[in-house]
């Protein structure tokens, strides 16, 4: 079941109404149901492996509390965090191991029988529970959050349904006193919740889906294709790519909303970004946060030598590139923001600018950066990467490309509304607008919903990892 | 009790937002998504509607052979014939009882037609053409066209609310058909696509039908996938397309003529052998008395065409050269005549 299905339209509802006639005591199990019915939805058989994660870190959680010896201590963290990231390596990276490990020995011996691959299928979420459930182990380790006795909330935290597959990744002490405490019917949260799932929804299926038409149709023939399309695609890759995340992020926090939770922020219009630096404070932020708390951090942070700091820094961009997926194309994807991060810190890039000139030249600077980094993220490998580029500089003509004017009329309504919305979400933004205008912005956004949602419907991006 | 009245008024205004949107969206955009999505209605809506009749069709209607010096469709030969009735044309490539029906659901009110003819292929009956990647531009043009709340039935397709599946979930269906769907042929001992297609494929044939050579031996597996099968009347889509479609002209009070396709027969017995005219045989005879029983008229051409009219000679299919289309254009026409409906 995805959001912008029609199961979606139907379950969200009857999953709101439930909630809100059983008494409070009772909701936690209405919610537990609702996720794992949400969950098994996408295939059955990976509920097990949730449930395996669930309790792996509900009994490791519970054994750090009563434990004292720190011995002890580091070994069960080290067991939790061994497991849980074993089943990602399994699950994500085995294949690609695989793949490399074939390579190399083939590169040794010369003539090598490579072993084949298996076939695994990646079960959906997987990135996002796992970090999850890992953040909560390690703050119990560091004492920075108490054990969850009662399991039920505990499942809860693991599989709440908004986030579940694609996140906010959620820390526990923002998610479960949120869910422990008793929600009451209020017109604020049903309203907030539905203006940000009608926002999201535009976002995904009017921007998204109809800027992936073209960027597919560019990157299903690189080769064949002019350098106008080629920087069009990859224009429209940076925007689809933040409506498809930012769209199911927002659906997200709305469908949380209902039940009046309220999940973390992941974008901050990053777009508007003055430096990669500040980009990454902008974009995809609760995962952002979980690497500096719980990988730049511990190795050192800023706080070291030099060499020290640049290590951790290009450790987490490594590490987040192959969060994203077992393909070189991510790693060297994280790999060249880090090494631009380092960059704008040593030369103090990073730091705003008064001047408003200046200040515009970075921001152009920075999308530029960013937009021909995602090349390397969208492009089914290493080659193909290479290849655009290598288009891109020998096909250099304007020729028009066959584009109608419509993806760019919706990327400009989206981008106004982007704006419009940079310091507070849609639905706060909303609050202040008067009514017979809020009346018309609801009434263009599902006009186009209806209308003009793309019909390639395609699964949200960020699902795949 | 202000919650429910919160979601009650906006429920409300949500009704009259949809109507206020759909006539928008007809205004705006309806066009242009037909067009690119179910372009088969343009035809429709181009139709005369003082016109006597419809020929419904697919590309045996239209497609036309290099040599013919007469280009004209089958459709148009049939205008001709009856001088006295004008028949307009609605066709495209592709087209099964389904987009017929969904065509004919949206024949204006204001037409006062005696009848409308609609194509039966043959071939449309089988797992190959049921289960073609085509169909789900096929569905999705249903969707488009379905006579409800246009701008609703645009959501739909955004949300994939029709027989949408992957290529690799066709290609599945088709074969998992090819093997479950069983039939009887006395004294033969295979009785499903895969079994005797794979007979074919071993070449095996070779030996026992002098007829076929390695070149033409793909044709013959074509044939096989084609035309090798028995209708289910109770589970075969298309039957309950045309028995709609049927429904409907018993509504509308308009006679409906079932255009069942001549299939190159002879050939299909040169290169598979008696066993595959045997069933084909089976399904003409039972497509035409369900229907005939049905107060259908049915215009059989099924052995109607002889083999020099077909076009195609690496793929089996119902496109005749410019002889072929007035043979099945006339028998039409007799069936009219017969019928009484030229006055």
Same mark, same amino acid.
């Given at each position: 079941m995805i959001f912008n299905s029609l199961e979606y339209i139907i379950f969200l509802p009857l999953v709101f109404i439930l909630f809100y006639v059983f008494r409070h005591k009772f909701r936690v199990f209405i919610l537990l149901a609702a996720s794992y019915y949400f969950y098994i939805s996408w295939n059955p058989a990976f509920i097990i492996l949730i449930l395996l994660s669930t309790l792996i870190d509900y009994g490791a959680g519970l054994s750090?509390?009563?434990t004292e010896s720190k011995r002890s201590r580091r070994l069960i963290l080290s067991l939790s965090v061994?497991?849980?990231?074993?089943?990602?390596?399994f699950f994500k990276y085995f294949n690609f191991a695989l793949e490399n490990v074939n390579e190399i020995l083939l590169a040794v011996k010369g003539s090598y029988e490579p072993i084949k691959a298996w076939d695994i299928i990646l079960p959906v979420g997987i990135s996002f529970y796992t970090f999850q459930t890992m953040s909560y182990t390690i703050d119990v380790y560091n004492r920075k959050t108490k054990a969850e006795k009662n399991f039920a909330y505990f499942a809860l935290y693991v599989c709440f349904f908004p986030q579940l597959v694609a996140g906010p990744i959620e820390r526990f002490n923002n998610l479960v006193p949120q869910l422990k405490e008793k929600a009451d019917l209020v017109i604020q949260n049903i309203s907030h919740g539905g203006r940000l799932i009608l926002y999201g929804l535009f976002m995904k299926m009017v921007i998204a889906d109809n800027l992936g038409v073209f960027v597919d149709s560019v990157y299903g023939d690189v080769a064949g294709m002019n350098s106008l399309s080629l920087v069009i695609a990859a224009v429209f890759y940076s925007f689809q790519i933040y409506c498809d995340f930012h769209g199911y992020t927002t659906i997200a926090i709305g469908s949380a909303k209902l039940f009046n939770v309220n999940l973390s922020e992941n974008f901050r219009t990053p777009y508007l970004s003055g430096s990669i630096t500040e980009f990454w404070r902008n974009w995809h932020i609760t995962l952002t946060t979980w690497f500096r #708390?719980?990988?730049?951090?511990? !190795?050192?942070?800023?706080?070291?030598?030099?060499l020290k700091w640049a290590i951790a820094i290009l450790t987490v961009f490594i590490v987040s590139g192959v969060w994203h997926g077992a393909k070189w194309t991510f790693i060297i994807w994280g790999g060249l923001h880090a090494l631009i991060v380092l960059f704008e810190k040593l030369t103090t890039w990073d730091r705003k600018s008064k001047n408003v000139f200046i200040r515009f030249v970075k921001w152009g600077i920075t999308f530029f950066i960013v937009t021909a980094l995602w090349v390397f993220f969208r492009s089914? #490998?290493?080659?193909?990467?290479? !290849?655009?580029?290598?288009?891109?500089a020998n096909n250099w003509n304007l020729e028009l490309v066959e584009l109608t004017l419509e993806p760019f009329l919706l990327l400009g309504l989206f981008i106004i509304t982007d704006l419009a919305t940079r310091k507070k979400n849609f639905a706060m933004t909303l609050d202040k607008v008067p009514s017979v205008f809020r009346g018309t912005i609801y009434f263009v956004l599902i006009f186009l919903l209806l209308s003009r949602s793309g019909t390639d419907m395609n699964p949200f991006i960020y699902f795949q990892f | 009790m202000n919650v429910v009245k919160y979601i009650a008024i906006r429920l409300v205004l949500g009704v009259v937002f949809l109507f206020v949107m759909n006539q928008l969206y007809l205004f705006t955009f309806w066009k242009g998504d037909i067009n690119q999505h179910g372009d088969t209605l343009e035809n429709l809506w181009v139709v005369d509607t003082s016109a006597d009749a419809i020929y419904f069709g697919e590309s045996s209607n239209f497609h036309v052979d290099e040599a013919d010096t007469m280009k004209h469709r089958i459709s148009y030969a049939l205008d001709t014939l009856v001088p006295n009735l004008s028949i307009a044309t609605v066709d495209n490539a592709g087209l099964h009882a389904?987009?017929?029906?969904?065509l004919i659901k949206n024949i204006p009110d204001e037409m006062n037609l005696k009848f409308i003819v609609v194509t039966l292929n043959y071939r449309s009956f089988a797992a190959n053409w049921r289960y073609a990647a085509f169909e789900n531009y096929l569905a999705k043009s249903e969707l488009m066209m379905e006579p409800s709340i246009p701008i609703l039935n645009r959501f739909l397709v955004?949300?994939?609310?029709?027989?949408?599946?992957?290529?690799?979930?066709?290609e599945d269906q088709m074969k998992t058909a090819w093997k479950n769907e069983k039939f009887t042929i006395p004294d033969f001992e295979y009785n499903n696509v895969v079994e005797w297609d794979s007979a074919m494929a071993w070449q095996t044939w070779l030996n026992v039908n002098s007829n076929l050579n390695e070149e033409n031996l793909p044709l013959a597996s074509h044939y096989i996938k084609n035309f090798a099968f028995s209708i289910d009347t109770l589970n075969n889509e298309r039957i309950e397309d045309l028995n709609s479609i049927v429904n409907i002209g018993s509504e509308k009070g308009y006679k409906v003529i079932f255009n069942l396709l001549g299939e190159n027969t002879e050939e299909a017995e040169k290169l598979v052998g008696k066993e595959l005219i045997y069933l084909m045989e089976k399904n003409r005879s039972l497509l035409v008395n369900y229907y005939t029983s049905r107060g259908v008229i049915v215009v059989d051409n099924f052995y109607e065409i002889p083999d020099s009219c077909f076009v195609d000679r690496s793929w089996p299919t119902e496109h005749y050269n410019y002889q072929g289309k007035r043979i099945v254009a006339e028998n039409i026409k007799k069936a009219i005549e017969k019928n009484e409906l030229h006055n």
């Open positions: 750090l509390e009563q061994c497991a849980n990231l074993g089943f990602l390596f #708390d719980y990988i730049y951090y511990p !190795l050192g942070g800023n706080k070291g030598s030099k089914s #490998d290493m080659d193909s990467a290479v !290849l655009y580029f290598k288009s891109l | 389904g987009s017929y029906l969904s955004s949300l994939k609310l029709y027989d949408y599946k992957t290529e690799k979930e066709r």
